[in-house]
């Protein structure tokens, strides 16, 4: 019984830990290379849970859908970058902070005018929320088909960084930015395109969260904070890093909470375990980062020549 | 930027602030007597929200402000703070100095912490950490059932010093205006003092402090543990005056509001973060009974405060650049 | 004190594959102007860092009196009594001229946890600050802010922080960069004014302010030091001339 269970969120964790992969390869770059704190993130994943949402309801076209979030949230992402954020680039930490979390108040408001403040529901095919047997278990299709595609995104994020001119620029500017200009680089398209790219991953990890989460207006924050772990955890601006950070945090946040209060009570009181299991639990990946960065204050992987 | 101008020109406009300032306490003094003259207590328990924001506020711009240092972790101070109060006070201990005492060292504490895991960062990596460790305490909250979790802990003992309880809303509200003010003075003393200076040196440029030969992250270290505990002590007022403690106090969107404070009423300066809370909260205040959208409008406001607010409002009244 | 205040022993730094330290040996003895000269790339920078700390050698020793250096941290150094210029950007501008110094002072007067009297009311730190600033000729600009000022007047605030600090071992890397002809003979004044006050190392391209200052000279070539000597000596030696000074004099 506790084997399937283990079985079972360990798969959890994997899959959790492909969408952080997603929200977290785009948003190290943003750190890493543009030096840029973007706090909205988080908002870009909620625009690309809405829009699949919206999208599938009308149409019924769930793969149609999902396709579709990703040219609709790069547009959203290099609109706002033009207008508004490469401002910014130049200016303070703290003012970046401040305008991206604005924004994130912002789109929040949209969501809530335009789709209410309750949950907004989207489904999944028939075929899809089947369940297929993994190592003895049930285990559902769809989330098997989130680990396929994440993994899919990731040999593409690798085949990009490390095959292409442009990814070339990405390594560079990821540990030295003033010599990626020196180069004659345009550095304007560049950060264009970086941002643009954060933003649809994170609104195909929205998209494909819709239907087995809530899709609500604040969804965004909380999995931004995970995402900020991540990114801490794996070294800022190493994609390589968000992506082995990404799956051991999905798997120890899913596998922590559910298995702690069990192993607590294995031999503390029950009242202790009852109290100490759940708290440690919520705790165990923020201890986790605090525990890297007291050996590793850059990070598993970091960039060098920062 | 300091706060004594060079240029005698220039005295007779900060001469402005200065007054101001004088004119805005005073309307704080005697705000209680009129509210209750006027039959409208409520106006006492509105400005104590903004006093003890603009005590939190002014806390963060020491080392928002004084040391560069945007640090997320306030918030979690903050809700400490809260919870000195009122898991002492769950226990049947209503002893104000015990609270008081709690919320200090434990904000401390905290701040001693996670200053020293994150300071060994900077620039986005230290933001990021400071939000993840506000985080980590908001779900250490939500998990404590026992203590409430996510519906909060209501306070039923308020502090107490010797016969006066803080629950009096008259009383609070002086002890947060006078701690207030003794936050301001002691902030422009500290600005101007040694350590201020070498905190400033530090924000300033980092690698010129070392090779001066100060140890700069020690010095960065104390600044944020003092500046946790007086935001510490704003929690501890936030808790008596709400009777109330929440996971909510410690959400880090509490710090990205605080900062909102702090820019918008002049990041650096003494003034500047008190009227920043004030002007902050009392327009969302106003928006709030206007429009369903407040929270929209508002965001768009910060996002105006960030790209604009170069010298916040109490560089508006010295009118003085940066 | 007889020995040398600084030294290096076989000093290598390796950055991956470049030997930008390869085995130098060098000797800064009391109260001289030694300064290191080479071509651009040759290793000085990378020579200072290691001597600062901001890099670790990748083998040899670094002395400072009696007392081994090479791997401590710079701040300590700093209180041990190792000065260092810095290219003028690295004076702190948000802050008056007398503050800069102050905090310069300050540094080496125990901690600086003071959190209430005014720093540049404390007559411990203030007499001394201006002091220094009477040496550099900046008396009458103490309050001024810094960003204020005008580039020369940077310079010498920079000269006015490192001595304020009492360094034991001055590190003066390319003091002269920048400077028109009046500004250098100006630094040159000045960097007599305080002969055998300090013990300096001289990193500079300005071959006159060199043979004006220097009482010894190493030339510094592709990581090695290829000759020391007086500034006569090295004028007539002929490798020096063949691989540095005869594209310069």
């Not at chain 1, 994130?104 to 095919?125: H, K």
């Not at chain 2, 205006?177 to 600005?191: D, E, K, N, V």
């Not at chain 3, 730094?13 to 470049?18: D, L, M, T």
């Amino acid at each position: 019984m506790i084997g399937s269970l283990l079985i079972i969120q360990t798969l959890n964790g994997i899959q959790f830990g492909v969408m952080l992969f997603l929200l977290a390869a785009g948003l190290t770059l943003i750190f890493g290379i543009m030096n840029f704190i973007n706090m909205m993130h988080g908002a870009l994943y909620m625009a690309g849970a809405y829009v699949a949402a919206t999208l599938y309801n009308k149409t019924g076209q769930f793969t149609l859908s999902l396709v579709m979030v990703v040219p609709i949230t790069v547009v959203i992402g290099i609109v706002l970058e033009k207008l508004v954020f490469r401002h910014l680039y130049d200016r303070d930490h703290l003012d970046q902070v401040l305008c991206t979390y604005g924004f994130i108040l912002i789109f929040n408001e949209i969501a809530r005018s335009v789709w209410g403040a309750s949950p907004y529901f989207m489904g999944m095919p028939d075929a899809l929320s089947d369940t297929y047997e993994v190592l003895g278990v049930g285990y559902p299709v769809y989330r098997l088909l989130i680990v396929g595609a994440g993994l899919a995104i990731a040999i593409a994020a690798y085949i990009l960084i490390h095959e292409t001119r442009f990814g070339m620029l990405i390594r560079a500017g990821a540990s030295d930015r003033a010599m990626v200009a020196g180069l004659g680089v345009n550095i304007n398209l560049l950060n264009t395109m970086i941002f643009g790219i954060g933003a649809g991953l994170a609104g195909i990890a929205g998209a494909l969260a819709a239907p087995i989460l809530s899709v609500e207006p604040g969804m965004g924050e909380g999995v931004l904070i995970l995402t900020v772990v991540v990114i801490v955890i794996g070294g800022i601006g190493s994609v390589r890093g968000a992506f082995f950070a990404a799956l051991i945090v999905g798997v120890v946040d899913t596998v922590g909470r559910s298995m702690l209060p069990f192993v607590f009570e294995g031999f503390l009181s029950s009242s202790l375990a009852g109290a100490a299991g759940p708290a440690v639990a919520s705790m165990i990946i923020y201890l986790l980062m605090a525990l890297v960065l007291a050996f590793r204050p850059n990070g598993l992987f970091p960039v060098r020549g920062r | 930027m300091a706060a004594v101008p060079p240029n005698p020109r220039k005295m007779s406009r900060s001469r402005i602030g200065v007054i101001v300032s004088v004119l805005f306490a005073l309307t704080l003094l005697l705000l209680p007597p009129a509210a209750g003259y006027l039959e409208t207590p409520y106006y006492v328990i509105l400005v104590t929200r903004l006093l003890v924001f603009a005590v939190a506020g002014t806390a963060l711009n020491l080392v928002l402000g004084f040391g560069g240092m945007v640090s997320f972790g306030h918030s979690l101070f903050m809700g400490i703070g809260a919870y000195s109060v009122a898991i002492p006070a769950f226990y049947g201990i209503a002893n104000g100095w015990v609270h008081i005492a709690f919320a200090i060292v434990a904000a401390a504490f905290a701040a001693a912490v996670t200053g020293a895991i994150a300071l060994r960062t900077r620039g986005v990596a230290f933001i990021m950490i400071t939000l993840a460790f506000a985080q980590m305490f908001f779900f250490l909250t939500v998990s404590l059932k026992q203590y409430g979790g996510d519906d909060g802990l209501p306070i039923r003992l308020a502090s107490s010093f010797g016969g006066a309880t803080l629950k009096q809303p008259v009383l609070l509200y002086y002890v947060v205006f006078a701690t207030l003010c003794l936050i301001i003075y002691g902030s422009y003393r500290l600005y101007h003092s040694s350590f201020g200076l070498v905190l400033r040196g530090c924000m300033i440029n980092e690698d010129r402090m070392k090779a001066l030969g100060y140890p700069t992250l020690t010095y960065k270290l104390v600044a944020y543990m003092i500046s946790g505990a007086i935001a510490g002590v704003a929690g501890f007022f936030l808790a008596n005056m709400t009777t109330f403690a929440s996971p909510a106090y410690a959400s880090w969107t509490v710090s990205g509001d605080l900062m909102i404070m702090v820019v918008l009423g002049g990041t650096g300066t003494v003034m500047g973060p008190a009227y920043g809370a004030f002007a902050f909260l009392l327009i969302e205040d106003l928006l709030k009974r206007v429009t369903d959208h407040w929270l929209g409008t508002v965001g768009v406001i910060i996002v105006l405060v960030g790209l604009l607010a170069k010298r916040g409002l109490w560089g508006l009244l010295q009118g003085r650049s940066r | 004190m007889s020995g040398p205040v600084l030294s290096t022993r076989g000093l290598i730094k390796r950055f991956s594959g470049v030997l930008a330290s390869d085995d130098v040996d060098f000797d800064l003895m009391p109260g001289e102007v030694h300064a290191i000269i080479g071509p651009n790339g040759a290793g000085k920078t990378t020579f200072i860092k290691q001597i600062t700390g901001e890099h670790f050698p990748t083998a040899g020793r670094i002395a400072l009196g009696d007392t081994d250096i090479t791997r401590m941290r710079t701040d300590r150094r700093i209180l041990l009594g190792l000065g260092r210029s810095f290219q003028v950007t690295s004076v702190l501008r948000e802050l008056t001229v007398l503050e800069n110094v102050i905090l310069a002072v300050q540094a080496k007067r125990g901690h600086s946890f003071r959190f209430w009297e005014p720093a540049v009311n404390d007559s411990a730190l203030r007499e001394p600050a201006l002091a220094v600033l009477q040496d550099v000729g900046l008396g009458s600009k103490a309050d001024l802010v810094a960003r204020t000022v005008s580039y020369g007047e940077l310079r010498q605030l920079e000269m006015a922080m490192v001595i304020a600090s009492d360094p034991k071992v001055l590190l003066l890397d390319e003091p002269m960069a920048g400077m028109g002809t009046v500004e250098s003979k100006l630094m040159v004044d000045l960097l007599k004014s305080f002969r055998g006050r300090f013990s300096t190392i001289l990193v500079e391209h300005d071959m006159d302010a060199v043979f004006a200052l220097a009482d010894r000279i190493s030339v510094l070539v592709y990581g090695r030091i290829i000759a020391t000597g007086t500034p006569a000596e090295i004028r007539e030696n002929k490798e020096v001339r063949a691989s540095y000074l005869g594209e310069t004099a």
